[in-house]
């Protein structure tokens, strides 16, 4: 149905950007067409006409703005996507020039709920948790690079107080500032898991693969064979009851990076417990309200397992990644395997994967992706440090990542939030039995069902996960 002119002008005086690409606008007294979401100077109601597409407005004799591009956006260009990714790169780039929120809201552009709205649905976060994260980040980086005092390194990264800064910085990286100073030292560090982690959930996912060629875990020690800054390496560490003591490398930033990882800091497993309590659905956090996604060890190593776990049993899917570790990965002690890096897939024939028991779909996809990331047309990196939104349009543009896949690998490598891998039978059958479906919803229920747990759809997701398994113990 057609929109009435009425309410199209109403979106105009909004500078409604979700309506950019529904219509245009003709300004006649200027002669230009703009996009609904142009914050241009708003014309005069008897000034405006309205089209559906550039090329109705232009053989009008219009010219397009200057301001909006609505030409780009209709080539697909998507100017407030690119609006917000710059203003984030500005927040991560210099975080002490963005005060707080009001800040950010007024360098945006926008007004106050779209900001909300916008950050959510790009970045799954609210503007200030994102300042934060990249205040902590900013410290990070002077915390190794210099020998500043620490109420400077608090200081030019935005935190007013140093108890704040403190209090923060060990939320999200489990180490004190100081002691995170000291891991450039190369000595073994002791990470603290945040109050009611887990463990018993931890062990299950370190050890999920009984026959895992890669990790072991015996007892409370936990030995992967992995690559550290793109060279293989083992990383060990002793689980105990408050604590995570992780054995010496020389590596040990990128160790601890991915170490956290594993062990999902940072992630608010306090307020889905919240927001689950609040719904009334506390029984899909009982036992375990402090669950973690634990993150793959590597963003390369999650996009095979996204790949090669599609439409298999679990069981099986182990088995073809063992089968692909033992082909191109590299031996190291302790009989572990390092998964292979991009090149070494890169370098495989569709016949040594179909030998293995690839379907021969599933060989080409492995090769062709790591081909890519090999190239350099797809920037593993970059798709971390980027937004959900342009992550997501990404991964679904490659040849063999659909819904399931790249929605598995933005929320078990990429750490975004609010991420749902639809079609997951261990999601849909958690949605049967949480909610006592007499069927597993379909892709549309799903959808449907867990839209009540935005913005913490991963963590509802690794609840779910959970959900008919009996406890751990
Ligand atoms: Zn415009």
């Excluded at 007294?29 to 703009?34: E, K, R, S």
């Excluded at 970059?382 to 659909?402: K, M, N, P, V």
Aim: charged fraction near 20%.
């Amino acid at each position: 149905m057609r929109m009435s002119d009425q309410r199209m002008y109403e979106r105009v005086l909004a500078s409604d950007a979700s309506y950019n690409g529904r219509f245009f606008l003709g300004v006649l007294t200027t002669g230009i067409y703009c996009l609904p979401g142009c914050t241009a100077r708003k014309p005069k109601r008897e000034n405006v006409r309205f089209f559906p597409t550039c090329e109705a407005a232009r053989a009008t004799g219009l010219r397009p703005c200057k301001k909006c591009f609505p030409d780009d956006f209709a080539q697909g260009a998507d100017p407030v996507l690119e609006s917000i990714e710059a203003l984030v790169a500005e927040i991560r780039r210099d975080p002490v020039a963005f005060h707080d929120t009001r800040t950010i809201v007024r360098r945006s552009g926008f007004g106050s709920s779209r900001v909300f709205e916008l950050f959510r649905l790009h970045y799954h976060q609210t503007p200030a948790d994102l300042l934060l994260r990249a205040r902590i980040a900013h410290a990070r980086t002077a915390l190794l690079a210099t020998s500043a005092p620490l109420t400077e390194v608090a200081a030019n990264a935005g935190f007013e107080s140093l108890s704040v800064f403190h209090e923060h910085f060990r939320r999200l990286t489990g180490l004190t500032p100081g002691d995170y100073r000291k891991l450039s030292r190369g000595a073994s560090f002791t990470i603290h898991l945040p109050t009611g982690y887990p463990l018993p959930y931890l062990r299950r996912a370190l050890s999920r693969d009984g026959h895992s060629v890669n990790e072991h875990l015996a007892g409370d020690g936990y030995t992967c064979a992995t690559r550290i800054n793109d060279r293989p390496a083992l990383v060990s560490f002793q689980l105990a009851d408050e604590t995570i003591e992780v054995a010496a490398s020389p590596d040990n930033v990128a160790v601890h990076q991915m170490v956290s990882g594993l062990l999902g800091l940072g992630q608010d497993a306090n307020g889905f417990a919240r927001l689950a309590q609040k719904l009334g659905l506390a029984r899909l956090v009982r036992g375990r309200p402090g669950l973690r996604i634990s993150q793959t060890h590597s963003v390369f190593d999650g996009l095979l397992w996204s790949i090669v776990g599609q439409q298999i049993n679990f069981p099986f899917a182990c088995q073809l990644r063992r089968r692909l570790i033992e082909l191109a990965g590299t031996p190291l002690d302790h009989g572990l395997i390092a998964p292979p890096a991009a090149a070494a897939v890169a370098a495989l024939k569709p016949a040594d994967l179909i030998a293995l028991k690839f379907s021969r779909q599933k060989a080409a996809y492995v090769i062709d992706v790591a081909r890519l990331v090999v190239e350099g047309n797809l920037d593993l990196h970059a798709l971390a440090q980027g937004s959900a939104t342009r992550a997501e349009r990404t991964l679904l543009d490659i040849r063999g990542l659909g819904p399931w896949s790249v929605n598995y690998l933005m929320m078990r490598a990429l750490g975004f939030a609010d991420c749902v891998p639809y079609g997951d039978t261990g999601v849909t059958s958690g949605l049967q039995a949480l909610f006592k479906l007499e069927q597993r919803p379909d892709v549309d229920a799903t959808r449907r069902l867990m839209a009540v747990f935005a913005p913490y759809r991963s963590l509802a997701t690794a609840h779910l996960w959970q959900f008919n398994q009996p406890m751990p113990t």
